[in-house]
Every structure is written in C-alpha cells, then in structure tokens.
C-alpha cells in the first residue's frame, strides 16, 4: 500500500474513497496518486480537427488542475504526498499504464451506490479497470469517518487458482492487523460437505503462516446471497472477493458469482486478481 492511485471525477463518491485513502495513507506512510482522466481520447483529433479540438482539451485540462488544487486544499490530506494525474485518455488502459509507470500498489475508488461497477465514475471502463488490475482494487461506497478493518471476509471457492489472491487478501490483513474470515458458500446446485470444505480449506492454506483467520461454511440459496448474508451477520468490515481478469468478477467460482456481489454489498470490497 506505498502507493496508492485514487481515480476521480470530483464527485462526492470519489471523494469518499480519496479520504479513505488519505487514511490509509496516514496510517501506512503511502503516497497518493490521484487521477483524473478526461473523456476526450487524443487519437480521435487528427490532422483536420487539432486547431479545433486541442484548445477544447487544454481547457478541460486547466479545469481539472483548478480542481485539483481545491482537493489539495483539503484538511485530511494535509501533511500527505500527493501527487497529481491529469490524462486526456478516458479508456480502462490508460488506468493500467499508469499503475505501471508509477509502481502503483493499490486503487481506491468510489462507486455510486447499488448499481455498482457498471455506475461507477468512469463509467464502464472503471470496471474493465478493476477485472484487468495487477493490484488490488479496493471499492468505497460510503463516507468512513474513521476506515478501521478488524474482520474481511474472504470468499473462495478454495481451489490452488485462488491461492494468489489469499496471499494478498493475508497482506492486507497484516497491514491492518484485521482477522480473515475464510467463507466457503454451499448452495443446493453446488453443495459439498462440512467436511469436504474444511479439509478443502485447510488443505488450501497449509502452506501460509498466516494464523489470524475463521473457517467457516454457510448454506444459502445463492453464492451472492451467502456472502452477503455472512458479511451482514458478523458485521464484517470489508469483503474480500477474487477476479480472474478479463473474465471479471462474473467468472468468481467459476461463474456463479456476478457483478450484484459489488452492487448490493453496502459494505466496502476489496478485489484481488487471480
């Protein structure tokens, strides 16, 4: 978490995860990157339209950085190295590139509410960003005050492709001194016994030191269901869920699991990539 990338569009949901991040950041001595990506693709202004568009993007671009200087005005990231991002680029590629050049480690971002990913920010191209993200993607849907994690919920179906994303879901705990709670969901359609799943899991993680964690195995009707329905239950503080990259969050275990995980849990998720 040294380096932390916050995408926004100057909304209230964005500014939700900046200050998230602004805490994280306080807490773990992070830099923060924060990005603003203008919906005017350069490779659209070509020869016969740059005296008539180049001037329209420098404008949208001073814009942003008179923002942006508002932003960095802002108490709660007083003391804190924040680095600004202006790009004229508003493709999901632009995201990745500049998590490359920049070592980025996480991204922190807002979601507006119950219609999730595909309502995000930046629209569509913020969940192509979190199914092709090398780091972990970390989603706030709420203003959190005080961003404590004392209990993530990590739910797998606890096959070796997995193993990963548990390593990094173990990370992050660590970092935050927070207990993993192992979540193994049994529907009718896909039901497995107590004691398959445990030796499942346990077999899963033999090989981690990581000892802070619950096993633990829940009946519901719908993977989604289960997962929410556990979370809601110990009141837990984060959902931690794996992406297989471009297949998406639709393909988590093995393609039971939709984008309505992220859409309905009021709760932040964290993704980790597979």
Known sequence: MKKILVPTDFSEEAENA???????????????????????PLQEIDAVSTQAEVPEVMFFMKMAHQKFEDIMNSPYLE???????????GSFNGISEICKEHGITMITMGSHGASGFKEMFVGSNAEK??????VPVLVIKNNHDD???????????????????YRQATEFATAFGAQLHLLMVNTASNFTTTKKANDRINNFIEDYSFKNYTVNIYNDESVEKG???????????LIGISTHGRQGIAHFFNGSISEDLVNHANRPVITFKI
């Open 147 to 165: 961003f404590s994690v004392d209990d993530i919920v990590f739910a797998s179906d606890f096959k070796n492709d997995n193993k990963e994303t």
């Open 227 to 237: 997962v929410l329905n556990y979370s809601k239950q110990i009141d837990a503080d």
């Open 129 to 134: 960003a979190v199914r092709n993200s090398d």
């Open 18 to 40: 900046l200050k998230v991040a602004s805490q994280i950041a306080k807490k773990h001595g992070s830099e923060i990157y924060l990005l603003h990506m203008l919906e005017i």
């Open 79 to 89: 003391g804190l190295n924040v680095h600004e991002i202006v790009k004229p680029d």
